[in-house]
T-cell receptor, first 112, second 116 residues
Framework: AQKVTQAQTEISVVEKEDVTLDCVYE???????LFWYKQPPSGELVFLIR??????QNEISGRYSWNFQKSTSSFNFTITASQVVDSAVYFC?????????FGDGTTLTVKP | EAQVTQNPRYLITVTGKKLTVTCSQN?????MSWYRQDPGLGLRQIYY???????DKGDVPEGYKVSRKEKRNFPLILESPSPNQTSLYFC???????????????FGPGTRLTVL
């Protein structure tokens, strides 16, 4: 069975600091997909990024960047120059053939 | 507007009283799924459906039933709810053509269920 581990339960930073959220997964599948979602205090789930297992190209989108390393089974997420509005719970998720496995989430608090 | 809707949004019920939480999407998505979210446990998949009349168990299916008679609807049925099913439930849908890169899942607003 697949497993997704987000070892950081809570992170607190001061605005403008950079912060990295870790995600490690376990699988025997050769083809799979990874996602990051954000859940702000309002409760909705917001898609951030997706990656497939064949694409290890890192990606930058504004203040967000993702580092996917298949060799270490990690898919880490970095927020540069964090803002108060980034405060949320962030989930890493694994998907293959209909089955989804989410990590337990990392609660990020950005203080002004 | 493309969306996933869930009803009801909030529900308080008693042990053993059958209930149904409806989920509907207007994006013609093949894939739909139900999750429950409990504090500190992230989202756990209950059931999913790859297409009409095709459903399969997720990680925590016990005590739940689903059906997929139409593409747009995927109701979650609790035949005899118990207090340990008190949780926040999310429905999601996705365009997931077989063998191709799945789209992101679009989530409904959530249903907060309390079973007394």
């Amino acid at each position: 069975a697949q497993k997704v581990t987000q070892a950081q339960t809570e992170i607190s930073v001061v605005e403008k600091e950079d912060v990295t959220l870790d995600c490690v997964y376990e699988t025997r599948d050769t083809t799979y997909y990874l996602f990051w979602y954000k859940q702000p205090p309002s409760g909705e789930l917001v898609f951030l990024i997706r990656r497939n297992s064949f694409d290890e190209q890192n990606e930058i989108s504004g203040r967000y960047s993702w580092n996917f390393q298949k060799s270490t089974s990690s898919f880490n997420f970095t927020i540069t120059a964090s803002q108060v509005v980034d405060s949320a719970v962030y989930f890493c998720a694994y998907y293959n053939a209909g089955k989804s496995t989410f990590g337990d989430g990392t609660t990020l608090t950005v203080k002004p | 507007e493309a969306q996933v809707t869930q009803n009801p949004r909030y529900l308080i019920t008693v042990t053993g009283k059958k209930l149904t939480v409806t989920c509907s999407q207007n994006m013609n998505h093949e894939y739909m799924s139900w999750y429950r979210q409990d504090p500190g446990l992230g989202l756990r998949q209950i059931y999913y459906s790859m297409n009409v009349e095709v459903t399969d168990k997720g990680d925590v299916p016990e005590g739940y039933k689903v059906s997929r008679k139409e593409k747009r609807n995927f109701p979650l049925i609790l035949e005899s709810p118990s207090p340990n099913q008190t949780s926040l439930y999310f429905c999601a849908s996705s365009s997931t053509p077989a063998g191709l890169f799945p789209d992101t899942q679009y989530f409904g607003p959530g249903t907060r269920l309390t079973v007394l």
